[in-house]
């Protein structure tokens, strides 16, 4: 492991636990401190990795151009995320005042786990709400002055977007795509998840969410779907940590090892676990034997660090995730390298837009795509 991604991992680990300043193992070098910054930016840790270092010595390794721009960005970061959360909030009430149940999962749930919310910025909120209540959660986000935005082809989802704020709100009618029946299985366990919505306290007002077990369920397996499909990055990681730190007493534990021993993910949240203790000062003890067996953890440790927020950092993970989605739906190794080389048009449409209205341009388009594997492997 590099030293820059060894420091990220110290600051990730004071943030979660309230601490102001983070370990530091090294001396980083001028280039190994632009290194840092452009690692928490693909972590979306800046504000973050900026808060816990910037007072510490040799920050920055003295350059000051580097100083100014982190401190520039941590900041409008922040305050940006000050005023999409005020936004959310507004969003939100409105839905109330229209008697809509929702739920917010993700975004603003796994700020508030955090003592300085604002310094984990959320890319977007993601609103569950009825799919008979969809027209009329319209109407709502329109008054609010969000406008709706065609950003990918997704039969459950719509993006509605503030334009003042930043706010991009994501309204979901299930909690898992419908696009792929090894993801859509999953929203199985959700069907009744509005039915009894809580509660939960921000710094400005309140929002509804999931209750504990589906929240952390929820999670665990959506980062589970995102490291089969294009690898999920350490703040993801984080969350699920921190969340289980926060609300350990209210999750039912005995169920939530249930439901990830049927979705084969029991596995994949023990290594979570037991890395979390090595690095992110997690108390694993409430959680029973993880077994000592972590021959493993490391490579997923790696993977998250190489995968970055939205596992799309380098080339060739994306290459290796397109070929664990096709092995994953039960595809033979040959025809997985086929397909995630020459995907039909419908796949990548979202991409690639303008095969919407010129399709024969599909076999350049595959061209391209493999230009950019080959050279991203080299």
């Not at 005023?83 to 796994?110: H, M, N, P, W």
């Not at 499909?229 to 921190?242: C, E, K, Q």
Request: aromatic share 10%.
């Amino acid at each position: 492991m590099k030293c820059e991604e060894r420091q990220l991992l110290y600051c990730l680990s004071a943030f979660r636990l309230g601490e102001k300043t983070a370990q530091t193992e090294e001396a980083l070098s001028p280039e190994q401190w632009r290194n840092l910054y452009e690692l928490a930016g693909v972590h979306k840790l800046i504000p973050v990795v900026f808060e816990t270092l910037w007072n510490t010595p040799g920050f920055c390794g003295g350059e000051q151009a580097l100083f100014a721009a982190w401190k520039r960005d941590a900041l409008l970061q922040s305050m940006d995320q000050t005023r999409r959360t005020r936004k959310l909030l507004e969003v939100t009430e409105a839905l109330r005042t229209a008697d809509i149940v929702y739920a917010v999962v993700k975004g603003a749930v796994c700020r508030q786990l955090y003592h300085w919310p604002d310094l984990r910025p959320s890319g977007d909120e993601d609103l569950l709400i009825p799919a008979n209540e969809r027209e009329k959660s319209r109407k709502v986000l329109m008054r609010c002055g969000l406008k709706h935005v065609s950003l990918q082809q997704e039969e459950d989802v719509e993006h509605w977007v503030d334009a003042q704020t930043g706010l991009h709100v994501e309204l979901h009618s299930c909690c898992f795509s419908t696009g792929w029946e090894k993801e859509t299985f999953l929203n199985a366990y959700f069907e009744s998840c509005l039915q009894e919505t809580v509660p939960l306290m921000l710094e400005q007002g309140s929002i509804m969410t999931l209750r504990p077990t589906e929240n952390i369920f929820f999670l665990i397996a959506h980062a589970l779907k995102h490291f089969i499909t294009g690898g999920f990055g350490v703040r993801t990681w984080a969350d699920i940590l921190s969340y289980c730190e926060k609300n350990g007493e209210s999750i039912d534990r005995t169920r939530l090892w249930t439901l990830l021993e049927e979705i084969h993910g029991a596995a994949f949240f023990r290594a979570l676990l037991r890395l979390g203790k090595v690095w992110l000062g997690f108390e694993t003890a409430p959680w029973g034997c993880l077994s000592s067996d972590s021959s493993d953890d490391n490579d997923l440790l790696s993977d998250m660090l190489a995968a970055g927020i939205y596992g799309q950092t380098s080339m060739d993970r994306r290459h290796s995730g397109a070929l664990s989605l096709q092995l994953a739906q039960g595809e033979k190794e040959k025809t997985s390298l086929r397909l995630a080389l020459f995907p039909p048009a419908n796949k990548i449409a979202g991409r690639y837009p303008i095969l919407n209205k010129v399709s024969v341009l599909l076999p350049a388009i595959w061209m391209h795509r493999i230009g950019v594997y080959v050279w991203g492997l080299l």
